[in-house]
Structures are given as structure tokens and as C-alpha cells.
């Protein structure tokens, strides 16, 4: 039942859209016809991209208060727990916020998954609609790449426009020292690692699919890039200025309902 609803309403639409993108196409690019329905999903996701991006530039803008507020209630758990929440409220900061959209993307990115994955199987194309012509044949040729079979250039490619992505995504929290002062930090050497990590992550898989997944891949991660840019510009305001702020008032609040 759930396989036949997600067929029905993600995976045959995706595959649809692709192959009238193919066959609308001068020359029947299906490089281009990849990049278009890239950029259309990532148009139609843009609301939810966008809202899983502010939360998670938001979240990294705080995080040197939060650590100040973790140092000065460490050894109690309950006063710790209450402040952080007071202050995520104070900054309108939903810390699940981010989160939801990319749940909500998931199933639409299996689907494009696994259309890309298949195109190239002839009998996949029996799950056209009646309208939608059916080509004689998919040329996967794209600027001298063959698209049906795996490309370590695109999948190279792919890995380095994620690494940038995710260096913009810690672009925004600025170094203030406090790390160094407060010690080990397990939060922060684990975004180094993922830093890291998901580019190599992206080549290896990319690299082992059809080159139209690491051409798709490239594509959402460069809008991504750009949106990320575009939020990083927006989100001017000195977030750490104002938490610290707030925080003062918290404490002070906090100190009154010690007494």
C-alpha cells in the first residue's frame, strides 16, 4: 500500500516531469533535462529549504551563549535545562525547526533517487502517462559524459561543491576565543568531522551510481550554496550581542525565583 502510494504520487510524476523535460528539450538533452527539474523541485522545496536553512544559521549564531549558559549552570541540570529553554524563547529559536523540512524533503529525494537510477532501464518507461511521449530511445550523452554510467569528474565535483556548502554553513558562527577558554568541545569537533566527512561521503556514493545522480547532486548543492549564501547575508544582526543580552536579563530573573 505505501509502495504503491509513493509510486503514484512521487516516484511517476518525477519520472514524467523528467522525460517531458527530455522530449520539450531542442536536441533531446538529458543533461539539461536533469538540471531543469532539478531547479524545478528545488523551486517548488524552496520554502522548506529555506526554513531549514535560517533555523540551522540560527542555531550556529547561538551557540557561544549557549555554551556560557552550559558552563554557568553545569552543575545543575534543572536550572541549565530551564535557562536554555527561556532562552531559545527569547530569541524565537525552535531548535526542531530545522529538522521538519528535511523530513518532509526526504521521500521526495528517494523518489528522484531512484528515477535517475532507473531511467536508463527501457521497461521503466512503461510507467509513462498516456501523454507523455515515449522516446525511442534516452541519450545520456552530456558535454562528452555518458550519464548511465558512474563519473568520478562529477562525482569529484559533487563532493567539492558540498564541501563549500557545509563551510558556509559554519561560516556563520564567528570565533569569539570562548571555545579555547571552555576546553574540549565535542559540538564543534564534530562539525569539523562532518566538515569533512560528507564531502568524502558524497564521492564515494556518487561515484558509484549513474553520473546523472552526481549531475543532480551537483546541481541541488550549487542552489544550495547560493541560498545559503543569500540567508548568511540577511542574517546580519549580531545574534551574539543580543543573547548576551537576554541572557543577563535571564539570569537576573532566574536569581529572583532563587530567592
Known amino acids: 500500500m505505501i509502495s504503491a502510494l509513493f509510486n503514484e504520487i512521487l516516484y511517476r510524476p518525477i519520472l514524467n516531469a523528467l522525460i517531458f523535460l527530455y522530449n520539450t528539450i ?33 542555531m550556529t549564531k547561538i551557540q557561544p551563549e549557549l555554551k556560557k549558559i552550559q558552563q554557568k549552570y553545569k552543575d545543575n541540570s534543572t536550572e541549565r535545562n530551564k535557562a536554555i529553554m527561556a532562552f531559545y524563547k527569547e530569541n524565537k529559536v525552535n531548535p526542531a525547526s530545522g529538522c521538519l523540512p528535511i523530513l518532509i524533503q526526504f521521500p521526495i529525494l528517494i523518489a528522484l533517487f531512484q528515477v535517475l537510477r532507473q531511467v536508463f532501464d527501457p521497461s521503466i518507461l512503461d510507467q509513462l502517462y498516456y501523454f507523455i511521449q515515449r522516446p525511442e530511445v534516452i ?121
Not at 31 to 53: C, D, E, V, Y
Not at 196 to 220: D, E, K, N, Q
Open 26 to 58: 531542442p536536441g533531446h538533452n538529458f543533461g539539461l533535462a536533469i538540471i531543469l527539474l532539478t531547479i524545478i523541485i528545488r523551486f517548488i522545496l524552496f520554502p522548506l529549504n529555506q526554513k531549514s536553512l535560517k533555523a540551522q544559521s540560527a
Open 139 to 259: 541519450n545520456p550523452s552530456f558535454l562528452g559524459i555518458d550519464l548511465a554510467l558512474p563519473n568520478l569528474s562529477l562525482a569529484v565535483l559533487a563532493g567539492v561543491f558540498q564541501f563549500i556548502q557545509s563551510k558556509l554553513m559554519m561560516g556563520a558562527k564567528k570565533d569569539t576565543g570562548q571555545t579555547k577558554k571552555e576546553g574540549f568541545d565535542m559540538a564543534s569537533l564534530m562539525g569539523k568531522q562532518m566538515l569533512y566527512f560528507m564531502p568524502i561521503f558524497t564521492v564515494v556514493i556518487a561515484s558509484r551510481f549513474p553520473a546523472g545522480l552526481a549531475l543532480y547532486w551537483t546541481m541541488t548543492t550549487l542552489f544550495s550554496i547560493g541560498q545559503q549564501y543569500l540567508i548568511n547575508r540577511k542574517i546580519d544582526k549580531p545574534v551574539n550581542v543580543i543573547a548576551r543580552k537576554e541572557s543577563v536579563a535571564l539570569d537576573g530573573r532566574l536569581t529572583k525565583q532563587s530567592r
